[in-house]
């Protein structure tokens, strides 16, 4: 463009005619800017023959105006173009964080519930433990309750009311042959106080899970119930293997004597007992302790019927205190003729007025005078087994009378053929006289322990 005023014939000038032509050829012209023709750097516009003279700053402003107003409807123009694909991204993003808020909420969720569902778990595992203690405390409780109710089984002689001479034996002086056969000792006394289950109180269980933890306080309470289950089974055990030693010493005694066991049962008498017949059966669930104690009740229960056959053998002293003979049994020089002669029994020192004891179960078939015995008792055992009572000062049996074991039959003394007061006993088989001292060692044999 240039500022000469000569340039202005170049453009055609505006004809009324014109107004038909096309739109685009009047707006042509009248946006034309003609220069002035003066010397300022100056823009004129002519518009319908009327000239609008700017500054270059105002023109460039407005040029500047109307590029940027084209940048925008271009910008415009674009964004309302690719308006869809933003809106969906947009919208895409918003439901992808949406997505995992919604998976991050479901996760944490999850994890609650798989931490409630652990501790519910925990809970009822401990509670089931609980129970199974609890359960098997009670079943040692009961264990300790059987173990110090077990009966204990003695052959003593049982000791009666002093009669007359019997004050001075109120209080028996030691004896090497001792006064009561024991076949059954009672279990150790701290061995039954150590098998009594304690009685375990449990704390709460918050208690345990503030302070240690449910898996620790189980194995404490598991190992102390497992201390005294074995403290049991011990008690257990060697109350069998007692039971068991005597057994044996009871039938080897029996053997000894040159007794026939089957005939001394036959010849026990038969108590007044009855009843129909239970056999005895372990359950299935029965445990080490219930078998062992179903053996120890079956040997118990064997022991007994020993018991009662050998209450009718006499191994038993028949006076209490220090024994001390005075003549033993075999060939000796006779106190009245000083030949040798046979010596059927024991000759026991003791003082006139000491009570005789009869040494078994039996029943009287002599009491009364006897010859060279003087007053006698003789008491029939059963099985052949008989035992004889010489020079005795009284007798307090008639014949046909029942005794028992430890019962006084007479008093010490020395009638019939008697240098002074003692006691002659005589044990005889089938009517021959045998050493009492064999039986009374027996007697020895089965105390010890």
């Known amino acids: 463009m240039s500022k000469s005023s000569a340039q202005l014939s170049q453009y055609p000038q505006h004809h009324p005619h014109d107004h038909g032509r096309a739109f685009h050829r009047r707006a042509a012209a009248v946006a034309t800017a003609l220069p002035l023709p003066d010397t300022d750097d100056a823009y004129t516009i002519v518009h319908h023959g009327k000239q609008v003279r700017l500054g270059p700053v105002v023109f460039w402003i407005v040029v500047g105006t109307v590029v940027l107003l084209g940048l925008w409807s271009a910008a415009t123009a674009t964004y309302f173009a690719f308006r869809d694909d933003v809106l969906t991204r947009l919208i895409a993003r918003q439901a992808e964080m949406q ?12 994890k609650v519930d798989r931490t409630t569902s652990r501790q519910l778990l925990d ?11 609890m359960k098997r405390q009670t079943a ?10 077990m009966p204990d089984v003695t052959g003593s002689i049982p000791r009666s009311t002093p009669q007359r001479g019997d004050a001075s034996q109120t209080t028996p002086k030691p004896s090497p042959i001792s006064d009561t056969v024991i076949f059954v000792a009672p279990p150790d006394r701290e061995a039954r106080l150590e098998s009594r289950a304690p009685t375990l109180a449990a704390p709460p269980v918050n208690q345990f899970a503030k302070n240690q933890g449910f898996d620790n306080v189980v194995v404490r309470l598991t190992t102390s119930l497992d201390q005294v289950e074995r403290r049991q089974m011990a008690a257990l055990n060697a109350v069998q293997e007692g039971m068991d030693s005597r057994m044996r010493r009871m039938r080897g005694v029996v053997s000894d004597l040159g007794l026939n066991l089957a005939n001394l049962e036959a010849a026990v008498p038969r108590t007044a007992m009855g009843g129909p017949f239970v056999p005895v059966k372990l359950t299935a669930s029965s445990g080490p302790f219930e078998k062992q104690l179903y053996r120890i009740n079956s040997t118990r229960a064997e022991m007994d019927r020993l018991n009662r056959t050998l209450a009718l053998v006499p191994y038993r002293k028949p006076v209490i205190g220090e024994v001390e003979f005075t003549s033993g049994f075999g060939v000796r020089s006779d106190p009245f003729l000083g030949r040798p002669a046979m010596h059927t029994g024991l000759d026991f ?16 078939v002599s009491a009364g005078w006897s010859g060279g015995y003087g007053r006698m008792i003789e008491v029939d055992h059963g099985n052949g087994l008989a035992t004889r009572y010489g020079h005795l000062s009284e007798i307090n049996v008639r014949v046909g009378e029942i005794v028992r074991i430890g019962q006084v039959v007479g008093l010490v003394g020395s009638t019939g053929r008697s240098t002074g007061p003692h006691l002659h006993y005589e044990t005889r088989i089938d009517g021959e006289a045998v050493d009492p001292q064999k039986f009374l060692r027996a007697g020895v044999r089965l105390s010890a322990g």
């Open 123 to 133: 809970q009822e595992q401990f509670d089931q433990k609980l129970d199974q203690i």
């Open 99 to 110: 997505y995992a808020y919604e998976d991050r909420i479901a996760e944490l969720r999850a």
């Open 349 to 364: 020192r003791a003082a006139s007025g000491d009570p005789v004891r009869v040494t078994a179960n039996g029943k009287v």
């Open 140 to 149: 040692l409780e009961s264990r300790a309750t059987a173990l110090g109710s």
